[in-house]
């Protein structure tokens, strides 16, 4: 089983910026892919972005050219950079092990709040 603890949200203008972190433990990090999921209040949690171990990326079309996922190996941390966000960015931001069809595979964090508002 894998441990995630999620990281680096806030309250942020829209046009901002911020850094989440997640720290996974548990097992071997480095050969599996990892991916961030949103939930907005009173939708559905779905699909941000994954990178597979190799390093390659995909991203939701919602996200593309604003968010950068990235991986440190060494630091057992997947990190989601987000720029110009938007008010529909808002929600809390989780990540997980990532199955073949972007499912997660493993137990659920505490997640971090993203809001974005002027």
């Known amino acids: 089983q894998v441990q995630l603890v999620e990281s680096g949200g806030g309250l942020v203008q829209p046009g901002g910026s911020l850094r989440l972190s997640c720290v996974a433990s548990g097992r071997n990090f480095r050969i599996n892919a990892m991916a961030w999921y949103r939930q907005a209040p009173g939708k559905q949690r779905e699909f941000v972005a994954v990178?597979?171990?190799?390093?390659?990326?995909n991203y939701a079309d919602s996200v593309k050219g604003r968010f950068t996922i990235s991986r440190d190996n060494a630091k057992n941390t997947v990190y989601l950079q987000m720029n110009n966000l938007k008010p529909e960015d808002t929600a809390v931001y989780y990540c997980?092990?990532?199955?073949?069809?972007?499912?997660?595979?493993?137990?659920w964090g505490q997640g971090t709040q993203v809001t974005v508002s002027s």
């Open positions: 990178t597979l171990s190799g390093g390659s990326t």
């Open positions: 997980n092990v990532a199955g073949f069809a972007r499912e997660p595979l493993s137990s």
